[in-house]
């Protein structure tokens, strides 16, 4: 595969009918899951000229400011944040790029989710919430739904990004 540098707006403008792509992970070497600003999640290929092919295009995830999207690594569910609603989106992840809304989850925590991300074992999602200044604890069970855990409070004000290990 060639690789060249690309921007943003360059790679994903234009390409679906969607508005403001946000949070972004890709699956393997040449797909790209994308969580658009205005409610959705798009996925796409990116061929050999790293031009992007749109999969699917626009899936609604059922909430408004849809900001971050994290993937397991077998690429078979997303966990998209929705800071206006304070929900997460449990999305189903095909092999050919599909997406489709299982659904929206309420439990644990959540005051203005932003960002996320899975543990190296794809058992935990933790979700910094900038509404509250916590983090908030899942358990990702086998069928890629969630069980809230007791959150952590406290997070700095201003507190930005999470990793996981």
Known sequence: M?????????????????????GFNFAGRAKVF????????SSY????TATPVVLANAI?????????????KSATFAYVANTGPSTLSLMRLGNGGSVQLVENVTAGNLQGPADEALSADD????????GNQSLSIYTVNADGSLTAQP????LPAGANGVVAR
Do not use: M, Q
């Not at 994308?34 to 999640?41: E, I, L, P």
């Open 45 to 48: 290929f990116v061929d050999e």
């Open 123 to 130: 058992r935990y999602l933790y979700v910094r919430n900038g």
């Open 34 to 41: 994308v969580a658009n600003a205005s409610g959705s999640v």
């Open 60 to 72: 609604s995830a059922n909430a408004t400011a849809v900001c971050w999207l994290v993937a397991n």
């Open 2 to 22: 060639k690789v060249r540098s690309v921007t943003t707006p360059e790679l994903f403008f234009g390409h679906a009918t969607h508005s403001i792509p946000f």
């Open 151 to 154: 959150s952590l409070y406290g």
